[in-house]
């Protein structure tokens, strides 16, 4: 696996729009910048970062962006700017041979989830899933009542500087998307409850996954490369981490069971799966999300409604990385090793 070089005081960060622009949403965009920019590191965006769009451009031009931010001497790390709905389209457009010969880590959630799964188990290069250039803005209130980065988002940065981060499972957390709460510090309202089929573990396994939405499209397709990297790595095992933004309990079920057949989820090398809070719950043919998880995993151990995905707070995940995870009495921990 290919760890490429974390950041330090004065690195500098590459903005690209992989997936949407951010016109839409400026002064949200700018305010998590700043965030960017108080860890002492440089911000270099492209292009077509800031258009009002839902493509950051044609997909040849996203493409083109991102590939010169992975061929720049001056980039330490790049970002994707924001989610959306059409990354796939510039899959063609990318020489994956030039993109591991040039490692960069690649940071972004949701829709990158379609860049970021390939690279990993094409490249061998280790990305990172959770946050987007655009996904700083957000501050909680400290117990003297003072608007503070949430602590997610400070393990975010920590990992990024190749910090040893342990990370729990919260105790409360955000009831709604964050992007639908009001303005202002974000108030964790629900307790956090993990179900799972199993009361103890304790697993090590390369960590890999992403938006399911995003996965699903891949199966199958020339960019799957999961037998592959299955192979290569199947002494290791693997813990695999699913961000559920809208799928239906049905369709969640369907998916799960199509990832069994296309040999992604196999009990012999599955150490664990880690499946997040649904951001957009629809139930049909009076299937719940438990019903779907539970019929899709009688064998491999399974803990859903995890701090992974769209809601909040959720973990920071290193695809391609060593992760140790511990699960008892109800909550978890994770923490990424880079070997």
């Not at 957390?173 to 307790?191: C, Q, W």
């Not at 199966?219 to 933004?245: K, L, P």
Request: charged letters at 20%; one cysteine or more.
């Amino acid at each position: 696996m290919i760890y490429p070089r974390f950041l330090s005081e004065n690195s500098t960060v590459g903005i690209s729009a992989p997936s949407a622009g951010v016109g839409h949403k400026i002064d949200s965009f700018n305010e998590s910048l700043k965030i960017l920019k108080q860890q002492g590191w440089k911000t270099w965006e492209t292009e077509h970062v800031r258009v009002d769009d839902l493509r950051g451009g044609t997909a040849a031009q996203r493409a083109q962006e991102l590939t010169a931010l992975f061929l720049h001497p001056a980039v330490d790390a790049v970002f994707a700017a924001s989610g959306g709905d059409f990354l796939s389209e510039i899959l063609p457009h990318l020489d994956w041979e030039m993109l591991r010969e040039h490692p960069r880590f690649l940071c972004g959630a949701s829709d990158p989830t379609g860049i970021l799964y390939p690279l990993t188990t094409i490249c061998d290069i280790a990305t990172v899933y959770g946050n987007n250039a655009g996904s700083f803005d957000t501050t909680v209130l400290s117990a003297s009542g003072e608007a503070v980065l949430p602590d997610y988002l400070e393990n975010a940065l920590r990992i990024l500087k190749g910090e040893d981060v342990v990370q729990e499972t919260s105790q409360m957390h955000l009831g709604s998307a964050p992007f639908l709460a009001p303005e202002g510090p974000l108030v964790f309202d629900t307790p956090t409850v993990c179900p799972s089929n199993t009361d103890e573990l304790h697993v090590t396994g390369r960590c890999v996954g992403g938006c399911i939405d995003v996965l699903k499209d891949l199966i199958g397709t020339c960019y799957d490369h999961t037998a592959d990297f299955i192979s290569r790595y199947e002494e290791d095992g693997f813990i695999w981490y699913f961000d559920n933004f809208a799928l239906s309990s049905a369709v969640l079920y369907r998916t799960l069971l199509q990832f069994r057949y296309a040999g992604w989820l196999s009990p012999e090398h599955t150490r664990a799966v880690l499946i997040g809070r649904t951001c957009f719950e629809t139930e049909e043919s009076e299937m719940t999300y438990s019903d779907a998880i539970r019929m899709a995993f009688p064998d491999i151990p399974v803990i859903s409604e995890m701090d992974i995905g769209h809601t909040a707070p959720h973990f920071t995940m290193v695809n391609g990385a060593l992760a140790d995870l511990d699960w008892e009495n109800g909550k978890a921990k994770i923490r990424f090793r880079y070997e």
